[in-house]
């Protein structure tokens, strides 16, 4: 008997929680993200706003060209979003303990054991989603299949506030029409490799033989990629697995030269990965930078930290800092981002050794000070106060 697996997406989550905290901008377009005028991109925003073809990590001035006069623009309030996060996990735990949080609005659950207590997997759909929008008043995209992969796509099938179920029997025919980009590990070097192939969907993929795939992908990628568009995936959840890193990119929708909006990009993927190791109590010693150029070249360059952190401006400055000491101003981008690693030993509290505590002892603990900054936005509204970083050059 096949697993039944949950893939659970909050529908376009932190702007979804500015409408429900603000119930007259309900139906606006609504960004999150930097203001009209300023150097900034967009967080998310909402799905009237993403009905103009705006996204997560455009340049907020490319975003503001193609939105309607009456669209809302609001700064991010990751304390806020954070603690519903919170409420959002705390529901599905009362369905299974087998729970894989995999960002702060999505989550894998193993619901196979359920059917004999709540019914058929719909009914069990369907309560989850009821549970989560009584409890916290949002919607929430779910998928269900046999393994992961196929609950996540079902999960993006009817967003928003969609519920797709793909049984075993039923996987075939849910890929098939697929375009091949949906298979994990489909990027920029195997994509053309495919095309090159003829193929355009999952099932031309499925269609071709595995010997013909691993000559031209490799043995690896060419087993994996014709695994999955036979439906075959990990059908696993790992509670509480331990994250090795945390990281944000964006691609571009057009190449940029502009190092400002490269910067406030890196600005924007700082502030998520040190929203994100904060909430998993996570300091890390490893900043990398990632960047991709015209058409395809990709590098990373890491620094190691003295003391380490999950502060956003340490983690901005590091990352700028390794951009400025390549040669790369003018070059075309496609592609940047940030992340941290390297997690040093400490107890359950958070606390640095001993040396690490004597470097740091006479500045104020950067951790706590985005944690305080968060918590004071979070109960007064996103303007309540702001880094002095963010008018500012972090050169």
């Known amino acids: 008997m096949s697993r039944l697996i949950m893939h659970v997406d909050l529908d376009a989550f932190y702007a979804a929680i500015e409408q429900r905290d603000h119930p007259a901008w309900r139906g606006r377009p609504l960004v999150v993200g930097a203001a009209p005028g300023q150097r900034g991109v967009v967080a998310t925003c909402s799905y009237e706003a993403r009905r103009f073809g705006v996204h997560s990590a455009m340049p907020i001035a490319q975003a503001v060209r193609r939105l309607p006069p009456e669209t809302l623009y609001v700064r991010p309030r990751m304390a806020r979003y954070a603690e519903v996060s919170r409420q959002v996990m ?49 919607t929430a995209s779910v998928g269900m299949g046999p393994n992961r992969l196929i609950a996540k796509l079902a999960s993006e099938a009817q967003k928003p506030d969609g519920l797709t179920l793909v049984p075993a029997e039923q996987v075939g025919d849910f890929l098939a029409p697929m375009p091949f ?79 400002r909006i490269l910067q406030d990009t890196l600005r924007w993927a700082a502030q998520e990965v040190g929203s994100l190791a904060r909430q998993g ?60 690693s390297g997690w040093p030993e400490r107890d359950a509290d958070g606390q640095l050794d001993l040396f690490a505590a004597q470097v740091a002892e006479h500045h104020p603990n950067p951790d706590r000070l985005a944690v305080t900054l968060e918590a004071i936005r979070g109960r007064f509204g996103p303007d309540a106060i702001q880094r002095g970083w963010r008018r500012r050059s972090v050169d």
């Open 90 to 138: 705390a529901v599905l735990e009362t369905f299974t303990p087998l729970i894989e949080r995999v960002s702060i609005d999505e989550a894998y659950l193993d619901v196979s054991g359920l059917t004999t207590l709540m019914g058929p997997p719909a009914v069990i759909g369907q309560r989850v989603k009821a549970r989560i929008r009584q409890a916290v008043g949002l």
């Open 181 to 259: 980009t949906v298979l994990r590990g489909v990027g920029i070097k195997t994509a053309p490799r495919l095309a090159r192939l003829g193929v355009a969907t999952v099932g031309d993929v499925r269609q071709l033989p595995l010997a013909t795939l691993r000559q031209h992908l490799g043995a690896r990628m060419g087993t994996r990629l014709h695994q999955q568009a036979q439906g075959l995936a990990d059908d696993r959840v790992y509670p509480a697995r331990p994250r090795k890193s945390i990281s944000k990119e964006t691609t571009f929708p057009e190449d940029v030269t502009d190092p």
């Open 281 to 340: 109590r996570r300091l890390g010693h490893v900043v990398t930078l990632k960047i991709r150029f015209h058409p395809f070249e990709t590098h990373t360059r890491s620094r190691t930290l003295r003391v380490p952190t999950a502060d956003d401006v340490a983690l901005l400055r590091a990352a700028w800092s390794l951009f400025q000491a390549e040669p790369w101003t003018g070059r075309a981008v496609r592609l940047i981002g940030l992340g941290i």
